[in-house]
């Protein structure tokens, strides 16, 4: 799956911004999709991942860090996955990542082979 993210800009403070990853490649509905971000001198960190379950549905897992205020969403018609973030915070600056992984239920950024290009978020306090 070949992956390309958009959406990132510079925020205030307490404001929104929606990342958008656009997937390409037959097998997208097979994939587990992630975000990641890394911040300057930082280390890559899981952000929220999206996968389907073997009842159809979907499980959708966050980092403690962004619970309630970041939403993923997938349409697997339009090939995309969303990243809503809200009530943004000056921690939040980093460059985002969207990857893909064969395996289900990951959210190490190591098991994800699929990685697009970042796009950077910056928030102004």
């Known amino acids: 799956v070949q992956l390309q993210a958009s959406g990132g800009g510079l925020v205030q403070a307490g404001g929104s911004l929606r990342l958008s990853c656009a997937a390409s490649?037959?097998?997208?509905?097979?994939?587990?999709i992630g975000w990641f971000r890394q911040a300057p001198g930082k280390e890559r960190e899981f952000v929220a991942t999206?996968?389907?379950?073997?009842?159809?549905?979907?499980?959708?897992y966050y980092a403690d860090s962004v619970k309630g205020r970041f939403t993923l969403s997938r349409d697997s018609a339009k090939r995309t996955v969303d990243l809503q973030m809200n009530s943004l915070q000056s921690e939040d600056t980093a460059l985002y990542y969207c990857a893909g992984s064969v395996l289900t239920g990951v959210t190490s950024p190591n098991s994800f082979g699929s990685w697009g290009q970042g796009t950077q978020v910056t928030v102004s306090s």
């Open positions: 490649g037959r097998t997208f509905t097979s994939y587990t």
């Open positions: 999206v996968s389907f379950n073997s009842f159809g549905g979907e499980n959708i």
